[in-house]
């Protein structure tokens, strides 16, 4: 019976251990979105700050997640959805058309995925806990 227990808490350092690495190599994209973004010789103007500002507000609830789990993982699904929409109606004010849910994509899904995987970590735990 140990050894079954013994194994569901190695998966669940397993996916914890995911998340976390998934984290660090999503933020640290962004991050480096980010830093081009400012330092860029053409400011961010209008929409394009809302997403910056957003996409900044996951990144750091994407963190906090790695303390608080299931709080930060819900905090980080709620950014995603809010970056993707910002992402969205920004790039249908830049005239992409038909191409404007890409960038929806590009930036809402990685940290949905993140903000969910936090998720469940945080419920894992919770059930772990009151075993």
């Known amino acids: ?13 397993d996916l914890r251990l995911m998340t976390r690495l998934l984290s660090l190599v999503i933020n640290s994209v962004f991050l480096l979105i980010l830093c081009l ?12 700050i809302t997403v910056l500002v957003l996409l900044s507000l996951t990144m750091a609830g994407s963190f906090a997640a790695w303390r608080w789990e299931k709080a ?38 990685p940290f949905l995925v993140i903000g969910i995987l936090f998720w469940l970590c945080g419920h894992r735990a919770m059930d772990s806990s009151a075993e």
């Open 1 to 13: 019976m140990n050894n079954t227990r013994d194994i569901l808490t190695n998966k669940g350092i």
């Open 37 to 48: 973004a400012f330092t860029n010789e053409d400011k961010p103007q209008g929409p394009a």
């Open 72 to 109: 930060g993982g819900a905090v980080v699904i709620v950014g995603a959805l809010g970056t993707g929409v910002a992402a969205y109606s920004a790039s249908l004010k830049f005239g992409l058309g038909s191409q404007s849910f890409v960038p929806a994509l590009i930036y809402g899904v």
